[in-house]
């Protein structure tokens, strides 16, 4: 379980600023603003004090625990605080820093992959954005605040994902939790979809994907979370340019588009193709579960939308099933004109009434 990130009781920012503008300094300022109220540890040797609270030279100079530590420093000294970290007995650590695989330093990736095995550091990163839990105010990020809700967004690209926020925080679409997991050394998309399988908080979840790391836990996982809430998700890289260009950004590589379509459905993921999309999808789903079967009745007042509406429902995989005559003797109250077969026609002075009594008949 990763708790001790997205649940954390005490935060050590490796790298905090006072310097407003340096990264930081503004997550240092997010966690402390956003009301967090477990213990907040600011470390750098440079400064004696950060907002209120006491800094340390090194992770090690804290007196407490440390559940969880946010690394903002340049990549080349990341092994070292690492190894800092896990002695500490640091579980959560999550890197801000890039200059890893996504450059082609795929050695020092490495290398901090094994240090944290060595200690049992769970990594989210390198080349991220980090992580917010609005239920428990907590925001270990770069990216804006975002308001309250129950909707989960998980992201490879930390930038798409900070987009995301700050439309989130315009239109105050509340969000659950928020994770960008860059380079993915280490957490990767099934371990938070897993994680989020079991939030209560998140109702929906949201995927950005460049690529996988393992196709075939993912499309497990997915397919077990999507049979208990609503898995919508975005592909990226799905042409030639766009796999090139997703390999330069987080050091991934992007598979076929169709091979993620038919990943998709088989996992059971709602794909969408663009964000103003995801959120309209998000907030339907949010406020109207996925429907438990397949078989679909349609209650028109025209014949014309309800041959369009049929098309589309066949062309998604729905049934338009014969009206059963059970439920036709149960539609009598209807007047002759109407049409009792699904789709079931009410003609075109249909009243309120006409249909209350029809929708509470089916």
Same mark, same amino acid.
């Given at each position: 379980?990763?708790?001790?990130?997205?649940?954390?009781?005490?935060?050590?920012?490796?790298?905090?600023?006072?310097?407003?503008?340096?990264?930081?300094?503004?997550?240092?300022?997010?966690?402390?603003?956003?009301?967090?109220?477990?213990?907040?540890?600011?470390?750098?040797?440079?400064?004696?004090?950060?907002?209120?609270?006491?800094?340390?030279?090194?992770?090690?100079?804290?007196?407490?625990?440390?559940?969880?530590?946010?690394?903002?420093?340049?990549?080349?000294?990341?092994?070292?605080?690492?190894?800092?970290?896990?002695?500490?007995?640091?579980?959560?650590?999550?890197?801000?820093?890039?200059?890893?695989?996504?450059?082609?330093?795929?050695?020092?990736?490495?290398?901090?992959?094994?240090?944290?095995?060595?200690?049992?550091?769970?990594?989210?990163?390198?080349?991220?954005?980090?992580?917010?839990?609005?239920?428990?105010?907590?925001?270990?990020?770069?990216?804006?605040?975002?308001?309250?809700?129950?909707?989960?967004?998980?992201?490879?690209?930390?930038?798409? &994902?900070? /987009?995301?926020?700050?439309?989130?925080?315009? @239109?105050? %679409? #509340?969000?659950? *939790?928020?994770?960008?997991?860059?380079?993915?050394?280490?957490?990767?998309?099934?371990?938070?979809?897993?994680?989020?399988?079991?939030?209560?908080?998140?109702?929906?979840?949201?995927?950005?994907?460049?690529?996988?790391?393992?196709?075939?836990?993912?499309?497990?996982?997915?397919?077990?979370?999507?049979?208990?809430?609503?898995?919508?998700?975005?592909?990226?890289?799905?042409?030639?340019?766009?796999?090139?260009?997703?390999?330069?950004?987080?050091?991934?590589?992007?598979?076929?588009?169709?091979?993620?379509?038919?990943?998709?459905?088989?996992?059971?993921?709602?794909?969408?193709?663009?964000?103003?999309?995801?959120?309209?999808?998000?907030?339907?789903?949010?406020?109207?579960?996925?429907?438990?079967?397949?078989?679909?009745?349609?209650?028109?007042?025209?014949? &014309?939308? /309800?041959?369009?509406?049929?098309?589309?429902? @066949?062309? %998604? #995989?729905?049934? *338009?099933?014969?009206?059963?005559?059970?439920?036709?003797?149960?539609?009598?109250?209807?007047?002759?004109?109407?049409?009792?077969?699904?789709?079931?026609?009410?003609?075109?002075?249909?009243?309120?009434?006409?249909?209350?009594?029809?929708?509470?008949?089916?």
């Amino acid at each position: 379980m990763l708790d001790f990130i997205f649940n954390a009781k005490s935060i050590a920012v490796i790298g905090a600023s006072n310097r407003p503008g340096k990264i930081g300094f503004e997550i240092f300022r997010n966690i402390v603003e956003g009301g967090f109220q477990g213990k907040i540890y600011p470390i750098n040797p440079k400064i004696t004090e950060l907002m209120g609270h006491t800094c340390y030279h090194t992770i090690k100079d804290v007196p407490d625990t440390v559940d969880l530590a946010v690394i903002v420093i340049p990549a080349p000294i990341v092994p070292e605080v690492l190894e800092q970290c896990g002695e500490k007995g640091v579980k959560g650590v999550i890197i801000i820093s890039a200059g890893f695989s996504e450059v082609g330093n795929v050695e020092l990736e490495n290398k901090i992959v094994n240090i944290a095995k060595k200690y049992g550091i769970r990594i989210v990163g390198p080349n991220c954005a980090g992580i917010v839990n609005t239920h428990q105010n907590l925001f270990p990020t770069i990216e804006v605040r975002p308001p309250k809700g129950f909707i989960a967004f998980v992201s490879q690209s930390g930038a798409l &994902g900070g /987009a995301i926020l700050m439309k989130a925080k315009e @239109e105050q %679409f #509340g969000i659950s *939790i928020f994770a960008s997991y860059g380079n993915a050394c280490d957490v990767n998309e099934s371990d938070i979809l897993e994680y989020l399988m079991e939030d209560e908080n998140s109702k929906v979840v949201v995927i950005y994907i460049e690529a996988v790391k393992n196709g075939r836990r993912f499309i497990k996982t997915s397919r077990k979370l999507s049979l208990k809430k609503p898995l919508i998700g975005i592909k990226a890289g799905k042409t030639e340019a766009g796999t090139r260009a997703v390999a330069s950004h987080t050091g991934s590589l992007a598979g076929q588009e169709k091979i993620y379509e038919a990943a998709f459905k088989q996992a059971g993921i709602i794909s969408v193709e663009d964000f103003d999309e995801m959120f309209d999808v998000s907030k339907v789903l949010l406020h109207q579960p996925p429907a438990k079967g397949d078989k679909i009745a349609i209650i028109t007042n025209s014949g &014309g939308p /309800a041959v369009m509406l049929t098309d589309a429902c @066949e062309a %998604f #995989g729905l049934k *338009i099933r014969p009206t059963p005559e059970e439920t036709k003797k149960k539609l009598s109250f209807l007047p002759p004109v109407c049409s009792l077969e699904n789709p079931i026609d009410l003609v075109a002075d249909a009243s309120y009434e006409r249909y209350r009594k029809t929708l509470e008949t089916l």
